[in-house]
C-alpha cells in the first residue's frame, strides 16, 4: 500500500555532484521522519543525512558540508543533493521514511536502493 521509489544515481568524477530523489505513494495519512542510508560494499549500512516533518536536519559527520538533504511534502518527496563527490562515497544509496498510513499505523518503508559510483 505505500511504495518508496528512487531515482538519480550513477556514476561521477571526484569532485562532482549528483542529486537523488525519493518519492513515497500509496495509503499515506502523513509522513514524519525522512532520510538516506549507504552500504559500501563489504560494509554495513550506514546513515547519511536524516530530515524530520519539521525540517530539522541531521548528517553523518562524513558528508557534512557536502550534502544537503530536503523534503517537499506536497510531493511526498525526499532529496539528496551531493556535492565535492569523493571515492569513499560510493555504495548504494537507501531512501528510508516513516509513514503513518492511512489506518494510523506507523510503518518503516524502504526504496530499492540506487548506486552511486566515484571514480577518481
Known amino acids: 500500500q505505500v511504495q518508496l521509489v528512487e531515482s538519480g544515481g550513477g556514476l561521477v568524477q571526484a569532485g562532482g555532484s549528483l542529486s537523488l530523489s525519493c518519492a513515497a505513494s500509496?495509503?499515506?495519512?502523513?509522513?514524519?521522519?525522512m532520510g538516506w542510508y549507504r552500504q559500501a560494499p563489504g560494509k554495513q549500512r550506514e546513515l547519511v543525512a536524516r530530515i524530520t516533518y519539521g525540517g530539522v536536519t541531521n548528517y553523518a559527520d562524513s558528508v557534512k558540508g557536502r550534502f544537503i538533504i530536503s523534503r517537499d511534502n506536497a510531493k511526498k518527496t525526499v532529496h539528496l543533493q551531493m556535492d565535492s563527490l569523493k571515492p569513499e562515497d560510493t555504495a548504494v544509496y537507501y531512501c528510508?521514511?516513516?509513514?503513518?498510513?492511512?489506518?494510523?499505523?506507523?510503518?518503516?518503508?524502504w526504496g530499492q536502493g540506487t548506486q552511486v559510483t566515484v571514480a577518481s
Open positions: 500509496g495509503s499515506i495519512f502523513s509522513i514524519n521522519d
Open positions: 528510508n521514511v516513516l509513514v503513518v498510513t492511512t489506518a494510523r499505523v506507523w510503518l518503516d518503508y
